[in-house]
Structures are given as C-alpha cells and as structure tokens.
C-alpha cells in the first residue's frame, strides 16, 4: 500500500532531473514533390536520390551542435513524393506535429501546398525559381531561399555589362519554364543596359535526349541553328528545361562565349566555391554525406540555418515567431558568400550573392562592383519592392 | 682609460637604439612562405618556405620555436626563427587555421574548423592532450592573461566558448554576432573583444561579474564604404589598456578604439583586405597584413598613423613579432 506512492515520487523526481528547464524541440521537415523527368544531357547532372535531403541533414547536424550549448533539440523528418501525393504528405507531415517545412517543388505545387497548410505553417521554399511566388502569389506562410529567375538573370546581365559584352543573342526553349526565363534575360537586359539583338527557340521535338555518337549530329546541327544571327557579343541560353543548352558552347556558328543555362552559369551554389570560408562547408558536406554539394543542398542547408538562427536569437520555436524574427531587421545569416543573408521584408525573399560558374570554378559573384542600391547592393538582384506586387506582406 | 671609453661606447650604443630590432614573421598564404622583416629597418631579411598554406602563426614566449598552420598540410609546422629550419610537427587535426599558446609556452590550443574541435597539444612531447568538442566550425583560439579560460569563437553557432584550462569542459557560452573570427583579451583580463566578420560588430564582454555578459557592441561606419564591407576580423588590445585596433578586412582600414569607452576614434588607411595584426614587444609598432595588395603596413601605435608599408609574399595572412 505505502510502495506505490514512493515509487511515484521517486518517478516524479527522475522525471524533474531528466528534464532540463529550458528544452525546446524543433521539429522540422523537407518535403520533396519528385516530378517525372528524361535523364539529363550530361550524366554529370543526374540527380542524386538524396538531393536537397543531404543540405537538410547537415543544416540539421549545425543546429544540433549549436543547440546542445542552449538546450535546444532538433528533429529532421525528409520525405520524397510523387507530385500526386504532395498535399497528403503535407497533411500527414502535420498530423506528426511539423509545422516548419522546407519544400522542394515546382512553382505550382508548391503555391498549392502553401493554400492548403494554412497560416499554422511555414514553408521555406529551397526549389521554386517562379518570379510570381515572390510578386503577386506570394503567399505569407511562405519565405523563398532559393534564388528567384531575375536574381540569377541580372546577376548574368551585371556580368556581360562589365565585360562590355552588350549585344545579346537570346536562345531559349520551348517549354514554359524557359519561356519564363527568357522574359527574365529581356528584363534584366533592359534593366541594366544590354540589348538582345535577336532571339531564337530551340524546339523540343521530344524523343531520347542521349543516342549513340549523338555529338555527330549535335556538331553539324547547332552551327546550322545559330548561323547567320544579328552580330552579337554573347550567346544567353534560357533552357531550364534541360534541352538543348550544354550543346551550344564550341558548336555556335560564331565563335561567343554561352552564358545562362550553359557556359557560365549563375548558381546559388556550386561544389568548387572555396571562398569565404566555404572549404570547411564543402569538406563537412562531403565527409557526411559522401557526395558534392548541390544547389538544392544548399538552399536547404539555408532553410535549416535560417530556423537555427531565428530560434537561437528569439528564443521561440512557433512558425510565426520563427517567421517574425526572420523578417525582422536583427536577422541576420552568414552563409559563406562573403556577406550576411537577409530576407526581402516586402515579399520574404533571401538576400545573397550569385555565383557564376563554368562548372569548374567561380569565374564571378554578382551583384557587381559598382552596381548600388539605397539599401542593399544585393536588392540590385531580383524584382525591386517597387516593382513588387505582393500584398501578404503588409505591403 | 681604454676600459671607460668601452663603458661609455656602450651606453652611447644604448641610447641610441630607440627600439630593438626584432624579427617579424609574416605567413603567405598564397606563396606558401614566410617573410621576415626587421622591425628597426622594415627590410626584408629572408623568406623560407613555411609549408602548404600558411596561415595562423605564432611564437613561443622565450623566442625559440616558431609555430606555422600549414592548413593544405594538416599540421603545425615549428621552425627554428634563427636558421628558418623546420624542426619537427605538430599533431594538429585536420586544416588548422589559428592557435593560441599558453602564456607559459605549452600546451599548443588549435581550432580544427572540419572537426568542430579545439585540440590541446603538447609541443614538448608533440602528443594530443585532449580534444574538446566546441560550437561548428571553431576559428579564434584566445587564453585568458591567468591562463586559466581558453576562448574558442565558433563561426557556424556564433559563440564564444569559455573553456577551463584544468578541466577542459565548456564553462560559459556567450552569443555573439556572425561569424565571429578573433578572441583578444585586455592584460587585465577584465574585457574580451570577440570580432565578428559577417555581423559586422565587435562584441566587449564583460569578465568582472560571475558569468560573462556582453557589456557592448562596437559598431563600424566609414563615409564612401558601403557597410557590407565592414568585415572586423584581427583585433589587437594594448597592454597599457587605452587602446584597441581591429582590422576591417575588405574596408581596408583598421580601426583605433577608445578602450576606456569602447568607441571608435578614428580609422587607419592600410592595404587591401586587412587581416591579422602584430604588435612589437614595446608596443611601439603595430604590423598589419594586407591580403589583397601583398603588403604589411606598419603604423606607429603613438601617433596613431600608418608609416609604411612593405611588400611580402602573395596574399599575407598571419603575422608574428619574435620577443628578442
């Protein structure tokens, strides 16, 4: 009769121990909506089956040695699915309790998936490039890290513009995403001073995207596309689909440098970057996860740091608090590119510099020497807030 | 006779050398050797090869054993500051980057940035003593005046880590701002200066309560520069405790701080990309490395001004003044 109580307290009081008082426990997910793809032209760039999940898992292991020194725990859940499946898995995902989610998805799904979580939810977009998930469908549940197409299409507009490489021919697919990107590299040119002096579409006429000795057709074809264009300087593929550009360097009639989608490429990240410290990042990605980092590995890494940060300054783990702190003019992120990170309070866009790569080295980082904003030298990348459409934001 | 002119002969000699001439060790990290310079002439003196990218440096307090971060080789590399010999190695964890050594010469403590540890190494038996598990991507090593607290800045977590000396545990932890890269203590070890190179800041925590607590942020404003490019990473206090110098980085300025009220005074116009700083043992000179223009200024720490400057090898990093 007398045991059953003591056994209690002495229960009550390991309890009271192994609790310390001020635990918190951040829960967090990436959501990956997998769409059906052909393989790339380069088996070079054959998406790994871990891809942005590795970045999570090393933003993760950060947070979690920053936390141990605050008593913070963090939980990573990663999840791919089929594009069908996405709002089950985001309803699942907060059944369990996860209401901070980064989503790696096309723009659609993911403008979807942000209606569906409702105002409970943060969503940290580390995939979806679409200009009007920043403009006018940006939702408030949402904060981009990745970088949008105009922050990467001026970031190559303030590169040729310091070469002096002004006159443009713009070759671009036929597929709506390059569409969308072609419009961006019109903008951008005539944003910062370049001109396009003719365009040309690369149709998609279907069919397998490797074949034997295909180079043999590939030398005699593009020489044909490109002949007899405008004097240009330069030649900007807009091909986010992934059909056509990696063909044009050494192939074009004339012989330019590519830039865009192929040939000097703008990127979040890229697995050569040494600068600002980024050799240790690099290092400790690859002894973690035993590959190279991606672009999706660091915008997620990103993702993950930006909770970190916001949870370690505020002390808060509630998406609306973490999503507070992050807007607030005291966040502030150092992600290896030379400068702290901020978001875009108008629109809850990352701030960061672009890198333009040839694949093997970082040839530039935009924004440019000499390109100036009253804010930021990094806002002149992207849609400006006047320029902006996007009300979620209190504007 | 002869005797008294030789006496007097000296003591004309004495007074006439306003400060002794020291050798200072200036890394490459590029050029992957050390330049020497002497502190009375500013001459190049000698270089010698220091390893694969050279960067943190230091010596030890009776001027014998010099201490280079190969950080491509993963180790310490020691070397004879008379013959520029290489004598041995030390253990030191993968790509070291900044050490500091105990006042009284050993142990050695090396931040590993990949291992997100600080390694304590004996540089007589050239054993690991212990590794202590710190915040991610551990930078600035610093050991308290008392030498009993090593400070550990940690460039991912963004804290500065107050470690025991006895017991190698982690005793206080204080937030700071990005990135921080350099710990300076005051020769009182009331005050430590922790620069923080993405925030912008140098934080002044407080060491005369019983936990540390940040007593103030320093800030950075200089007309025509914009504020991204503030980037505080070496600092450097005096010992009489009026003054503090931080180097800006890509600013290209050091900046002169009122240590009795942590404000800034003025900012100094060196090279590019200032870095790391070193005083000479009497405090008369201050050396700066200047990454991006291979130079070192040198500023007179009296009249707060840039004398000189001096070119050395590619991309100058660390730099050291031997205490004889």
Redesign the interface.
């Known amino acids: 009769m007398s045991k059953l109580p003591l056994t209690l307290a002495v229960f009550c009081a390991a309890m009271l121990i192994a609790l310390p008082l001020r635990a918190m426990e951040v829960k967090v997910a990436v959501l990956r909506v997998d769409r059906v793809v052909g393989p790339p032209i380069s088996r070079l760039d054959a998406p790994p089956a871990d891809l942005g999940f590795a970045g999570a898992l090393l933003g993760n292991e950060?947070n979690r040695?920053?936390g141990a020194?605050?008593d913070t725990d963090y939980t990573l859940k990663t999840q791919a699915v089929a594009l069908d499946k996405a709002g089950a898995a985001l309803d699942a995902l907060k059944a369990q309790g996860f209401n901070l989610i980064t989503v790696i998805a096309e723009g659609g799904a993911l403008k979807a998936l942000s209606d569906q979580a409702g105002p409970e939810v943060l969503l940290l977009n580390a995939g979806a490039r679409d200009e009007t998930l920043r403009d006018v469908d940006c939702r408030a549940n949402v904060l981009h890290v990745s970088p949008s197409r105009s922050m990467l299409s001026d970031s190559v507009i303030q590169f040729l513009m310091w070469k002096k490489w002004t006159r443009i021919l713009l070759i671009h697919g036929s597929h709506p995403e390059d569409t969308l990107l072609a419009e961006n590299y019109r903008k951008s040119a005539a944003k910062f001073g370049a001109e396009i002096v003719e365009e040309r579409e690369f149709v998609d006429t279907g069919g397998a995207r490797r074949t034997d000795t295909g180079h043999v057709m590939v030398q005699k074809q593009i020489p044909v596309f490109t002949q007899d264009a405008e004097d240009h300087d330069v030649i900007i593929a807009a091909d986010e689909a992934g059909v056509f550009a990696p063909y044009l360097p050494y192939h074009s009639w004339d012989p330019r440098p590519v830039a865009g989608s192929a040939g000097l490429r703008p990127v979040s990240w890229h697995a050569a970057q040494e600068a600002w410290?980024a050799?240790?990042?690099q290092?400790?990605f690859e002894?973690l996860t035993g590959r190279s980092m991606r672009e999706e590995d660091y915008q997620t890494w990103l993702a993950m740091?930006v909770i970190g940060?916001a949870v370690?300054?505020s002390g808060k783990t509630d998406p609306a608090s973490v999503r507070a702190y992050a807007l607030s003019e005291d966040f502030?992120?150092?992600a290896f590119k030379g400068?702290?990170l901020t978001f875009r309070p108008w629109n809850g866009q990352l701030r960061q510099p672009i890198l333009l790569t040839d694949g093997r080295v970082t040839v530039s980082v935009s924004p440019q020497d000499g390109y100036l904003h009253q804010r930021?030298?990094l806002d002149t990348l992207g849609i400006d807030a006047p320029e902006n459409a996007c009300h979620a934001f209190g504007g | 006779m002869l005797r008294s002119a030789v006496v007097l002969l000296s003591a004309v000699l004495m007074f006439a050398a306003p400060a002794e001439a020291n050798k200072v060790f200036v890394t490459n990290e590029r050029s992957n050797n050390v330049t020497v310079l002497d502190s009375q002439s500013w001459e190049v003196i000698a270089t010698f090869p220091a390893g694969n990218r050279p960067r943190g440096i230091t010596i030890s307090p009776d001027g014998k054993e010099l201490y280079v971060c190969a950080s491509d080789d993963d180790t310490v590399r020691v070397f004879d500051p008379e013959t520029y010999k290489e004598l041995h190695t030390l253990p030191s964890g993968p790509d070291p980057e900044l050490f500091a050594l105990d006042p009284s010469g050993n142990p050695l403590y090396v931040a590993n940035e990949d291992d997100n540890l600080v390694t304590v190494v004996d540089v007589k038996t050239r054993r690991v003593l212990a590794e202590i598990p710190v915040g991610v991507e551990p930078e600035g090593v610093a050991v308290s005046p008392d030498a009993k607290t090593i400070i550990n800045t940690s460039e991912t977590t963004n804290m500065a880590h107050f470690i025991s000396a006895s017991t190698y545990e982690i005793e206080h932890n204080v937030r700071v701002d990005q990135r921080p890269r350099y710990a300076e203590f005051t020769a009182d070890g009331k005050k430590l200066y922790v620069s923080s190179e993405i925030g912008g800041t140098v934080s002044v925590i407080d060491l005369t309560a019983s936990e540390p607590a940040i007593a103030k942020k320093i800030n950075f404003a200089v007309p025509g520069i914009l504020p991204e490019w503030l980037q505080p990473v070496g600092v450097k206090a005096t010992k009489d405790g009026s003054r503090v110098f931080v180097a800006l980085g890509p600013a290209n300025r050091v900046a002169v701080i009122d240590a009795a009220k942590d404000e800034v005074l003025e900012y100094l116009l060196v090279g590019q990309r200032v870095w790391q700083m070193a005083f000479t043992p009497g405090e008369e000179f201050l050396i700066t490395t200047n990454g991006n223009s291979n130079d070192v200024s040198i500023i007179d720490v009296k009249e707060e001004t840039v004398i000189r400057s001096v070119q050395v090898g590619e991309q100058p990093w660390g730099v050291v003044v031997a205490p004889y």
Do not use: C, H, I, Y
């Open positions: 950060d040695t920053t020194f605050t410290g050799t240790q990042f290092r400790r002894k740091r940060e370690m300054q502030e992120l150092a400068q702290k930021s030298p």
